[in-house]
Every structure is written in structure tokens, then in C-alpha cells.
């Protein structure tokens, strides 16, 4: 490192820039844990290697479309219709991606085309929500942190599962499939407080989605729906300046 | 298995990746950003319902009461990661 003592200031909110980074990507590390580990444990019985699933995590990085790609290939779908479902379950990602990265337009490129890369629903919520660190200097690595914590989480969790098997009682890990909803409720709740006509927005979103699922459209495109028509409403209920 | 995962991988990245390329060629108005503004309010929504009935998938109503537990301890100002392991007590209780 060839810094000198003008840059001891700079380095040291980077620093506190990445703990930031780790410390609001905890909650989604505590959410992936159990997830992972219950995918690695189901990859491992759909008859996958060691490798195969923890590669699919690393190169993935998106678990619904994994659990459904495990279920697939449990039931000997072919490739290519596991990976046009893939496709058709992950395309919400470009909205969020579209909405995150039109935050950090002052971003340089070689700082957004890895923060995109690493968009889940989690990390896209509480990124969205921390959305005054897209204006700060350093702000990019708070982003990078967020991530990579829970990119390592999920990664390793996987390998866990697969490794360890049956770890968690049948009962434990059922209660765990509530923690990712009740983060997004926990990210929801306090901006809701702040400013009520977000919840329209969520609302309008929710029922979207509830119709298009109860009309038989598949959960990826109804989430793609109810995402893109809810937050059509903000154009009426969101002022310019509002987070 | 290798073409099952790069493909699912590709599928996956280029959604993500391409909005990374375009916000610096696109000039939005200002309904757009309000539009793109909104999205995680509503992409929270659209991830938290009906998805939170399938918690438990033939009992729905049991992720719907943690979802409410989950409301009311955010609503008196909880840390997430306290809401979290609240929903997770909830759950865990009413499905003793």
C-alpha cells in the first residue's frame, strides 16, 4: 500500500464504510444460513456432488431458482427447460437491478457492474433501503461488504447442507422459513412509519401478486407483475426527493 | 450438470448486469425515477405476500401470524435482526 499519512483518514471510513457494510448484511447472513443449509441438504438428496451444488451457489446466487433447479433436476428435467424457468424466476432481478443501479448513477462502472452481479431480493432490499450511502464517496464499498456477506453466507451454508446432512430438527428449520419474510417486513415497517403512503405501494403490490399467483401465473412473473404495477403507483404517491 | 449450471448462471447474471450498463446511457424523467424509486417498497410487498403463507404450506395462517408478530416488534422500533429471531420464536411455538 503505498499511501501516505494524508490518506489515514480516508482509509479509516473505508474501513468503517465495510463494517457498516457487514453489519447491515447480517441480518440476511442470519436469514441464508438455514435456507442454504436446507438447499445443500436437498441438492445432496436430488443425487448432486459435493461440488455440483456448492458451484451452483457460487455461480447462481439465487435461491429460489436453485431449490426449484434441484427439484428439476431430482425429477430428470431436461437442461434446458430447467433453465428458461431459471430465467423466467430470476428476470425480477433486472427490475430491482434497473431501480438499484439508477441509485448509484454517480457510480463508476467498475464499481456497478460487481454490485450488480451480486443483486438477490435480500441484498436488493436492504441496499435499497440504505440508500443515502449511494451519495457518500466511499458508498460503494459499504454495498460491496453488504454483498459479499451474504454471498459467503449463503455459499458456505451450502456446502454445510450438503456436507452435514440432516442437521437442523425438521421442526427448527420450518420455523427458520420465516426469517427472510420477517426481514422483509423488519426493512418495510420503519419506512412505512416514516412516510404511510409507502405501504400503498407495498399493498397494491402484494395483491398483485396474490391475483396474478391465484390466476395461475407462475410465482416469477408474478412477482415480476406486482413489483413493476405497485411501484407504477409510486409515479402518483412518491414525491422526487423521497427515499 | 456442467450445462445446467452455466446456462442457469448466464440467466441469471445478464438481468442483473445490463441495468449496471444502462443507467449511464439513459436520461430518465422525472415520473421514471419516481417510478424506479418505488420499486423496493413494492418489490418488498410482492416478496412478502402470499409468499409468507407457504411458511408452513398446509397451515397458512401460521406464517401469517408470524408475519403480524414480525410487524408489531418492527413497529415498536426493533432492530431487524430482533424481528427476525422474534418471527422465528413465533413460529416455532405455534408449531409445537
Redo the contacts between chains.
Keep these: 500500500m503505498a499511501t501516505d499519512v494524508v490518506s489515514n483518514a480516508e482509509q479509516k471510513t473505508a474501513k468503517e464504510m465495510i463494517h457498516k457494510g457487514i453489519a447491515a448484511g447480517?441480518?440476511i447472513m442470519?436469514?441464508y444460513l438455514p435456507i442454504a443449509l436446507t438447499y445443500g441438504v436437498l441438492a445432496k438428496q436430488a443425487g448432486?456432488s459435493l461440488i455440483?451444488l456448492t458451484?451452483?451457489s457460487v455461480?447462481?446466487?439465487?435461491g429460489a431458482?436453485q431449490f426449484m433447479?434441484v427439484n428439476m433436476?431430482a425429477v430428470g428435467a431436461g437442461?434446458?427447460e430447467?433453465?428458461?424457468a431459471?430465467?423466467v424466476l430470476?428476470?425480477?432481478?433486472?427490475?430491482?437491478?434497473?431501480?438499484?443501479?439508477?441509485?448509484?448513477?454517480g457510480v463508476k462502472?467498475r464499481w456497478?457492474?460487481p454490485?450488480?452481479?451480486g443483486?438477490t431480493?435480500e441484498t436488493?432490499?436492504v441496499s435499497?433501503?440504505h440508500s443515502e450511502e449511494a451519495k457518500q464517496e466511499r458508498g460503494p464499498l459499504f454495498y460491496l461488504a453488504l454483498i459479499l456477506t451474504a454471498y459467503f453466507s449463503w455459499i458456505a451454508g451450502s456446502f454445510l447442507g450438503g456436507v452435514l446432512g440432516e442437521v437442523i430438527p425438521a421442526?427448527?428449520s420450518?420455523?427458520?422459513?420465516?426469517?427472510l419474510?420477517?426481514?422483509?417486513?423488519?426493512?418495510?415497517?420503519?419506512?412505512v412509519?416514516k412516510e404511510w403512503k409507502?405501504a400503498i405501494?407495498?399493498?397494491?403490490?402484494?395483491l398483485?401478486?396474490?391475483l396474478c399467483?391465484e390466476w395461475g401465473m407462475s410465482?416469477g412473473w408474478?412477482?415480476v407483475l406486482?413489483?413493476?404495477?405497485?411501484?407504477?403507483?409510486?409515479?402518483f404517491?412518491?414525491?422526487?426527493e423521497?427515499? | 450438470?456442467v450445462?445446467?449450471?452455466?446456462?442457469?448462471?448466464?440467466?441469471?447474471?445478464v438481468?442483473?448486469?445490463?441495468?449496471?450498463?444502462i443507467?449511464?446511457k439513459l436520461q430518465?424523467r422525472?415520473?421514471v425515477?419516481?417510478?424506479?424509486?418505488?420499486?423496493?417498497?413494492?418489490?418488498?410487498?410482492?416478496?412478502?405476500?402470499?409468499?409468507?403463507m407457504t411458511?408452513?404450506p398446509d397451515q397458512p395462517h401460521i406464517?401469517l401470524i408470524?408475519?403480524i408478530v414480525?410487524?408489531g416488534?418492527?413497529?415498536i422500533?426493533?432492530?431487524?435482526?430482533l424481528?427476525?429471531f422474534?418471527?422465528?420464536?413465533?413460529?416455532?411455538l405455534l408449531?409445537?
Excluded: C
Design positions: 447480517f441480518p442470519l436469514g448432486m455440483d458451484l451452483m455461480m447462481v446466487f439465487a431458482s433447479g433436476i437442461a434446458l430447467i433453465i428458461i431459471t430465467f430470476n428476470f425480477r432481478h433486472f427490475v430491482m437491478s434497473l431501480s438499484f443501479m439508477n441509485r448509484l448513477r462502472l456497478k457492474f454490485l450488480s452481479l443483486l431480493d436488493f432490499a435499497a433501503l421442526q427448527l420450518q420455523s427458520m422459513g420465516i426469517a419474510y420477517a426481514m422483509f417486513i423488519g426493512l418495510l415497517i420503519p419506512s412509519k409507502l405501494i407495498a399493498v397494491i403490490a402484494m398483485i401478486n396474490a399467483t410465482s408474478a412477482i406486482g413489483t413493476i404495477i405497485g411501484g407504477m403507483s409510486g409515479i404517491l412518491m414525491r422526487e423521497e427515499a | 450438470m450445462l445446467i449450471l452455466l446456462g442457469m448462471a448466464l440467466v441469471t447474471m438481468p442483473r448486469v445490463i441495468p449496471a450498463f443507467v449511464d430518465f422525472d415520473w425515477n419516481r417510478w424506479l424509486n418505488a420499486i423496493p417498497y413494492a418489490a418488498l410487498g410482492a416478496l412478502i405476500f402470499p409468499g409468507i411458511v408452513k406464517g408470524g408475519g414480525a410487524i416488534l418492527a413497529y422500533g426493533l432492530n431487524v435482526i424481528v427476525v422474534g418471527a422465528i420464536a413465533t413460529v416455532f408449531t409445537i
